[in-house]
């Protein structure tokens, strides 16, 4: 894998930050995208890569990024749609507001980031799109149908894309995390430490209980699934999204 350019989205912190450490340790050249100049900074600083600010949201601008980082660093043999938001609420206190916010990094994001690396990805002798959904594009989850609905568009897009390029030497699959101990999560536990009255230990302690393995999944369990499918080992792993749940089904 050694010196394969990868763009890794939503890259400063959590499951982003510990795949480009990982993809870094192989000698790939990591290009980390995100919204926090300072955070991404201390990131391309520890993996020896490059870092660019981007909104997610709005697809011209993650088109001009890619294509000026393909430009600058050469085509990309990797990427990882790692970029997400969650917000969580009952139906009757939910709003379509809500669901185009969290449909406008979630899944756009990845169907813009994609169709931009994909032209240079076809050049090279091999590519890998992964794209990092939930456990909720595999299942519903109360109080956070918006983010589900998201996911479970992720899980769709890489099935599609996975048979439309499936006799290319792309490949397309999903990682599919239960609750992991990242900041996104850090989020939810304020939004459940305000709403019921819990304390933050309380309520991280119920979210790991709720898995079969009794405890919150660690970025860098994902990030080596991550590189995993990014090997040349991986060539016949197509359409695949991978659960990493400690065993929920």
Known sequence: MKDRHAIVTGA???IGAATALALAERGVRVSLLGRDEGALAG???RTGGVHRCCDMAVPTEVQAVIEAL???RGPVDILVNNAGIAESAPIDKSSCEQLDRLYAVNVRGVYA???AALPSMRTQPRGRIV????NAGLRGYAYVGAYTATKHAVVGLTRSWALELAKTQITVNAICPGYTDTPLLEQSLERIE?????SRDEARAALAASQASGRLIRPEEVAASVVFLCEDAAASIQGHCLAITGGDA
């Open 12 to 14: 400063s912190r959590g």
């Open 43 to 45: 990131m391309a600083a």
């Open 70 to 72: 393909v430009r600058e």
């Open 113 to 115: 980031a994609t169709i």
């Open 131 to 134: 794209n990092i959904a939930s």
């Open 194 to 198: 305000a709403k019921t009255g819990r």
